[in-house]
């Protein structure tokens, strides 16, 4: 009862801080302004790129063909109705999805522990994996071990994501993003397969003697993990969609707003939407040209992307078609990628941790520095994404298998992702906002989705 009441007493605080600010909701760009508005989605897309597409995916194809494809189609289009959600709250609040979940009712804040718990394993093995995968790249190209080239390449991420943040991190995965995507498609053009052949991953199968602990992950980091979704509400709020863009503004609550103010929030939902597809058709690209790549030219071969091979093996998929000149290539881009993708995580994981962290101190009445938020960033990019991440790595030193570990965690969080924000827009939202039947119905089948997966992944390994 008490936390009904904290909540309704929060709710009316709220409305009277929105009072004044109902007419500061900005205007929706329209026609060629909305293109640059499509930060947020590109940065999410790139945030799990180095892993759900680069590593998983052309590992899947070695190992099994084309047989998931129906998986991959099924793991992005799902994604795409949670992501939708998850910016859906952001635009229409303003607030970060974190902070919804914080007035989930019963214990105080125990919606945002169950989050950030479990992220916290995956956020010191995904910077590891990810840093110690771009540096397999790096020993092929100038020398030295992996421990050095791993150290060094989280050290600089982390000090750019620092000093640089949103604009800098966003600037360059965008760029990036790009080159490789358009590279990838026109190498899988040159080695495209049978359309039979293709067409036949289209039906739900399970190969034999699949392992899901090479499943799990692959479907978990493809397109954007738990934390990746959960992100972009950070970084619509960063952007200023919707009602983000009401600076110095608390949180605002849309039932409360005029007709008129709910149908800029409509524009910008609808631009969100674009933005996401955009991102979403740019993933998939990637990934079918990926998979295509792996079962073309590794799986032939019995390669598979493992440990302090992986530059090396990935090298294969552009160097057997354009020689010398393709590998190196390649090589490249399996850095740029890891590199970029260990910018775009530590940025996320950066604000995600530190919004929890305020959330939760706040919560205890504590004030000052350890609730600064900016002052939080930093604490968390440079101790849980920097120094913990390079202790791991020099304990562990296997960048496949902390991903590996990561992608499970991350696949088994995203129906907990899923029903919370599904809650907070059913219960937040006016009806104008709020997302149709059709749409809440196939998010709700996207977190049930993720969740067969993770419990058969389970039962698979303790009965091992």
């Known amino acids: 009862m008490n936390d009904k009441n904290n909540h309704t007493s929060s709710v009316e605080t709220s409305n009277k801080q929105s009072e004044g600010s109902n007419q500061q909701i900005p205007q929706p760009p329209k026609g060629w302004q909305r293109f640059l ?21 052309p590992r899947i194809a070695a190992l099994y063909g084309y047989s998931l494809l129906w998986a991959l189609l099924a793991a992005v289009i799902l994604k795409w109705f949670i992501n939708r959600e998850v910016g859906r709250f952001s635009v229409c609040t303003g607030a970060t999805i974190l902070e919804g979940f914080k ?22 093995s995904t910077v590891a994996g990810l840093a110690g995968a771009a540096a397999t790249a790096l020993i092929l190209m100038t020398g030295g071990t992996a421990q050095m080239w791993t150290v060094i390449i989280i050290l600089v991420t982390a000090a750019i994501v620092v000093l640089g943040q949103y604009s800098v991190v966003e600037k360059i995965s965008s760029y990036i993003g ?16 049978n359309i039979q052949q293709l067409a036949g ?29 959960m992100w972009y509400s950070y970084w619509v709020e960063a952007k200023g969609y919707g009602a983000a863009g009401i600076k110095g503004q608390e949180a605002i609550d849309p039932k409360q707003l005029s007709q008129e103010q709910r149908k800029k ?60 000149l393709g590998f190196w290539f390649m090589v490249a881009i399996v850095f740029i990628t890891f590199c970029s993708t260990t910018l775009s995580v530590e940025d996320g994981f950066g604000r995600m941790f530190a919004d929890g962290t305020q959330i939760i101190l706040q919560g205890f009445g504590v004030r000052g520095r350890w609730t600064n938020e900016k002052f939080l960033q930093r604490f968390y990019i440079v101790v ?8 791991i790595y020099l304990f562990f030193g296997e960048p496949v298998g902390l991903l590996q570990t990561a992608g499970a965690i991350e696949a088994a969080h995203i129906p907990i992702v899923t029903g919370l924000t599904l809650y907070l827009n059913y219960r937040m939202l006016p009806k104008e906002l709020s997302p149709s039947k059709f749409t809440f119905g196939a998010t709700a089948v996207a977190g049930i989705f993720f969740a067969v997966f993770a419990v058969i992944y389970l039962y698979q390994l303790l009965s091992q």
């Not at 804040?109 to 916290?120: D, E, G, K, R, T």
């Not at 631009?271 to 079918?288: D, E, R």
């Not at 992307?305 to 090298?315: H, W």
């Open 37 to 57: 508005w499509l930060g947020p989605s590109f940065l999410w897309m790139l945030s799990a790129a180095g892993s759900g597409e680069l590593l998983f995916t």
């Open 178 to 193: 790009i080159a490789r995507t358009v590279a990838v498609v026109v190498a899988a053009i040159f080695v495209f397969p």
């Open 201 to 229: 991953g289209l039906v739900p199968q399970i190969p034999n003697n699949v392992q899901y602990q090479e499943i799990l992950p692959w479907l978990g980091f493809m397109l954007a993990g738990a934390a990746g979704l």
């Open 103 to 124: 007035q989930i009712p019963g214990p105080k804040n125990w919606a945002v522990w169950l989050i950030l718990l479990p992220q916290v394993f995956v956020a010191i």
């Open 384 to 391: 849980l994404l920097a120094v913990l991440p390079i202790a």
């Open 265 to 324: 929030l409509r524009g910008w939902i609808s631009l969100m939407t674009f933005s996401n597809t955009l991102a979403v058709v740019g993933a998939l690209l990637a990934a079918l040209s990926f998979l295509i790549l792996g079962g073309e030219l590794l799986r032939p071969e019995g390669l598979v992307p493992k440990e302090s091979q992986v530059a090396e093996t990935l090298g294969r998929l552009l160097g057997d078609l354009w020689g010398p």
